[in-house]
């Protein structure tokens, strides 16, 4: 049960701290659960994370359900989506209720302007974190610079290009058999 209140302390934390969504919780979480914590490794959170891309729905959400499930199965699915949602509940409902006096307030709107710069530095940091991970081969370049372009240029969906890239996983190392790159 220690586990589990910790599991809902840590996502809670990280929900209290975090502004921008699921992409800029990511590296916060990748530091708490995988650096600090321990609890996994860097190749079992890039897997859950890639995971939680092919899954509808806000990416805080999902990440802290397979997170919490992989650590402590359903309770734990439980603990981490509840501390994930309790904060920006919290957040909306008493902003909701004072938004009005201080909707014109211009020391508000610097305050937001300020966390706002912060956040694409913070899913940088989790692109950053997450590349170095990554095998350095001409083919997971290649693959990358797809992506790139079908995301950038064609605005597929992330979903998609995450389904895609796992059936392209299977048939090139599973049917082909083609040696996966070493991590």
């Known amino acids: 049960m220690k586990k589990i209140f910790k599991l809902f302390l ?3 934390k990280v929900a209290m701290i975090t502004h921008g969504g699921g992409y800029a919780m990511i590296g916060v979480i990748q530091d708490e659960i995988v650096n600090k914590q321990k609890l996994l490794d860097d190749d079992e959170y890039m897997e859950l994370i890639g995971l939680c891309q092919t899954f509808p729905g806000p990416l805080a959400m999902s990440s802290s359900l397979f997170v919490g499930y992989r650590l402590g199965g ?4 439980f603990a981490c989506l509840l ?3 309790l904060p920006p509940f919290i957040m909306i409902f008493i902003l909701a209720n004072f938004f009005m006096n201080f909707e014109h307030n211009i020391y508000v709107r610097y305050i ?3 966390i706002d710069a912060v956040v694409p530095m913070i899913v940088l940091m989790a ?3 997450f590349s170095k991970k990554l095998p350095k081969t001409l083919h997971n370049g290649i693959v990358a610079l797809i992506a790139l372009i079908a995301l950038e240029v064609f605005h597929v969906n992330p979903a998609f ?6 059936l392209y996983g299977i048939i090139v190392f599973g049917i082909f058999k083609r040696e996966v790159p070493k991590k």
């Open 10 to 12: 840590t996502f809670f």
């Open 127 to 129: 692109v950053f974190n």
């Open 83 to 85: 501390g994930a949602l």
């Open 112 to 114: 937001l302007d300020g």
């Open 74 to 77: 359903v309770i734990g699915a």
């Open 161 to 166: 290009i995450v389904i895609v890239s796992a």
